[in-house]
């Protein structure tokens, strides 16, 4: 069993953290690479400006420099490096040079105009970073006039210059190291802070749920409350209460016709059993009487007989309701009708059977069918006059593709359209004083329950004022 505020929580933290973490990572790799280029971006500056200090006459190359004006290169508080080749030869190089055991720059091959950098270790034993080039040193305007060669020629006869720049690069890695420490803290922090934040929010959203669940729990089936309130309730949760509003409505009719049905049962047994005590008192009471004793064991049987009759029902009406698979077969309509007709109008009451000549066998489950037909046959023949008509027809419903049976007559009451709603509920009986020996009530719930059972389709309807019509669709 799994917890779906954790693990929303978790999915959430998780998802969003990484999300965040992500962006922090690109923007510290953005910002490294940036500063990165910055520096590298300066070093390049630096070289550019030494180059162009560098001049070519007709006698001789000049490097027009001052160390007043770039301290960086003669003082011993942050020393930065130069160094220029010449032929091959070293030609200049920075005073802070000088100020070591080891004073050249490391000369590396390269190509004319060509710049690279690499990473070194400076004279003072620091890291650094070096940038070389090599260049055709320039010639002024001025002298370049004077010369009876094109320009083009004394370039080609200029010999090219090399220049190394050099500087610590231990700034720039305190720097990255501090965005990097600011990143790793920063991610840290928000994962944290996400955590946190997502499980209060979380806790927060489910305290709706909290509050249903808890509702819920106030209520029973002997409670005055219906249904769970849905006016402060999120919209996700609507369905969900709607859905168990439903349940409770259904139970509580489920509850209150088994509370029904329970008194109707034990008002239903009382009776014969109070008959059966009655007779065996006045037995016990007038044990000479010829009268009472020659009756006396015919009466217990016929009360016997009901009260067999009644279980017999309440557990055919339970079979009804179980949970068991029905097998289906074909049946033979014909010969079926025939034999239900012959079993119930014993009375041999005036019963019209017509089946259309385009039906020969229905697929169902034959003890439900017959169970349904004989229940429904014999309510038609009791509460029917003795001299009216009962009309069975059956026929194909082609909207369907289903057979139809339709059974109908004249009921000896009067029903109003909630009355039929009352039909199929166990043991209800539009005779309250319940007058009658042998109905109980219990037979049209069982039509009901088996007509359910094999996916019939069950109607009834009021034709006229005492005329009732049953429908089944098999």
């Not at 954790?6 to 965040?20: A, G, N």
């Not at 590298?40 to 006459?57: F, G, I, P, S, Y």
């Not at 301290?71 to 091959?88: I, K, R």
Request: charged share 25%; hydrophobic share 40%; with cysteine.
């Amino acid at each position: 069993m799994y917890s779906i505020k954790k693990k929303l929580s978790r999915y959430l933290s998780v998802s969003v953290s990484v999300l965040l973490v992500s962006i922090l990572l690109a923007t510290d790799i953005s910002v490294d690479t940036w500063i990165s280029q910055e520096f590298d971006r300066a070093m390049t500056n630096k070289l550019h400006l030494l180059t162009t200090l560098v001049n070519e006459d007709n006698e001789k190359v000049y490097f027009d420099f001052a160390d007043e004006f770039m301290p960086e290169f003669s003082g011993a508080t942050d020393p930065e490096y130069f160094q220029l080749w010449y032929d091959n030869k070293v030609f200049e190089r920075s005073k802070t040079l000088a100020l070591f055991d080891v004073n050249n720059l490391p000369q590396i091959d390269l190509v004319l105009n060509e710049a690279k950098i690499i990473n070194v270790t400076l004279p003072d034993g620091r890291s650094g970073r070096m940038i070389t080039t090599q260049f055709i040193p320039q010639i002024d305007s001025d002298i370049r006039e004077k010369f009876t060669e094109p320009v083009n020629n004394v370039t080609k006869h200029q010999k090219p210059m090399m220049l190394a720049y050099a500087v610590s690069n231990e700034s720039l890695n305190q720097t990255l190291w501090f965005v990097d420490i600011i990143f790793i803290l920063s991610s840290l922090s928000t994962v944290f802070a996400v955590h946190f934040i997502v499980y209060k929010v979380v806790e927060r959203g489910l305290i709706p749920l909290d509050s249903l669940n808890n509702e819920i729990k106030s209520i029973n089936l002997n409670s005055d409350i219906n249904a769970i309130n849905t006016d402060n309730l999120p919209e996700e949760l609507l369905p969900v209460a709607g859905g168990i509003n439903h349940f409770l409505k259904e139970n509580k009719k489920l509850y209150a016709r088994e509370k029904r049905m329970s008194s109707d049962i034990a008002h239903e047994l009382k009776t014969p059993i109070a008959e059966l005590i009655n007779l065996s008192e006045v037995a016990i009471k007038f044990p000479e009487d010829k009268q009472i004793s020659t009756s006396f064991t015919t009466d217990v049987l016929n009360i016997s007989e009901r009260l067999k009759s009644i279980v017999s029902s309440i557990l055919l009406l339970q079979k009804s309701t179980n949970n068991a698979e029905l097998t289906k077969s074909a049946i033979t309509i014909t010969s079926f009708m025939a034999a239900i007709l012959q079993r119930e109008n014993k009375a041999k009451r005036d019963v019209s059977l017509i089946i259309a000549p385009e039906i020969d066998t229905v697929i169902t489950n034959e003890f439900a069918l017959e169970t349904v037909l004989t229940n429904l046959l014999s309510n038609a023949l009791h509460y029917s006059p003795a001299d009216s008509q009962v009309n069975i027809w059956v026929n194909f419903d082609s909207n369907q593709e289903r057979v139809k049976f339709r059974l109908e007559n004249t009921s000896i009451y009067q029903y109003t359209e909630q009355e039929l709603g009352q039909f199929f509920e166990p043991l209800w009986q539009k005779d309250q004083s319940r007058t009658s020996s042998q109905r109980y009530g219990l037979g049209l719930a069982i039509v009901k329950s088996y007509c359910e059972k094999i996916d019939a389709e069950i109607r009834i309807n009021l034709t006229s004022k005492n005329q009732l019509s049953f429908t089944i669709i098999v």
